[in-house]
């Protein structure tokens, strides 16, 4: 059985930087791309960020190009989203989740398990 554990959300300041981490286990971590995404109140469920399987193609939503950057350890069976300069629109769940193949996606319906999302609040 798969299991995907999002960690390190929270409340920061706009401007501020916070690292999500994603834990899996039950599969062939390094065979499959894992992507973010977030939700935020009263939206729907968008991309933030995908990366292939061995960590060497990235994708990323325009809102957050240069600013979030996605990474893998296969070692560690862990996907993260380091998050700097953060703003209030920002805020929102974050879900990580594991593809379907090696290459990521952006589309939602690549992706086959979902962890339960950790809240991360921009706000002064």
């Known amino acids: 059985q798969v299991q995907l554990v999002e960690s390190g959300g929270g409340l920061v300041q706009p401007g501020g930087s916070l690292r999500l981490s994603c834990a899996a286990s039950?599969?062939?971590?390094?065979?499959?791309?894992m992507g973010w995404f977030r939700q935020a109140p009263g939206k729907e469920r968008d991309f933030v960020a995908a990366?292939?399987?061995?960590?060497?193609?990235?994708q990323y939503a325009d809102s957050v190009r240069n600013r979030l950057t996605i990474s893998r350890d296969n070692a560690k069976n862990t996907v993260y989203l380091q998050m700097n300069s953060l703003k209030p629109e920002d805020t929102a769940i974050y879900y990580c989740?594991?593809?379907?193949?090696?290459?990521?996606?952006?589309?939602?319906?690549?992706?086959?398990?979902w962890g339960r999302g950790t809240q991360v609040t921009v706000s002064s």
């Open positions: 039950g599969r062939t971590f390094s065979r499959y791309a």
């Open positions: 989740a594991s593809g379907t193949a090696y290459y990521g996606s952006r589309s939602f319906a690549q992706y086959e398990y």
């Open positions: 990366i292939s399987g061995n960590g060497g193609d990235l």
